[in-house]
Nanobody, 118 residues
Framework: VQLQASGGGLVQAGGSLKLSCAAS????????MGWFRQTPGSQRELVAT???????NYETSVKGRFTISRDNAKDTVYLQMNSLNPEDTGVYYC?????????????WGQGTLVTVSS
């Protein structure tokens, strides 16, 4: 199983980016999917999650600015990021709880860099 993240880049403060993360491989089912971010010297922190049924959860600082969604037919999770500010800078990782041949575990994508300039 692989998670392939894309969509990062350099954007000015106030701008927008949309991240995508597609799962592939021998997948039986996918549960909760989410996005985390990490900055140098800091631990990876939760940004947003979405359950298989579409229930969402957001870190406080991104509420109202970021929207997480998923396309179950494509095994893909998205993160629409609006009104970006420099504090949103970091490497964004996608995560998914995936069942493969009866074994359920979490998988991580490779990370995509988001840089917000002031």
């Amino acid at each position: 199983v692989q998670l392939q993240a894309s969509g990062g880049g350099l954007v000015q403060a106030g701008g927008s980016l949309k991240l995508s993360c597609a799962a592939s491989g021998r997948i039986s089912s996918i549960g909760t999917m989410g996005w985390f971010r990490q900055t140098p010297g800091s631990q990876r922190e939760l940004v947003a999650t979405i359950t298989g049924g579409g229930l969402t959860n957001y870190e406080t600082s991104v509420k109202g600015r970021f929207t997480i969604s998923r396309d179950n037919a494509k095994d893909t999770v998205y993160l629409q990021m609006n009104s970006l500010n420099p504090e949103d800078t970091g490497v964004y990782y996608c995560n998914a709880v995936i069942a493969v041949d009866g074994v359920v575990r979490g998988y991580w994508g490779q990370g995509t860099l988001v840089t917000v300039s002031s």
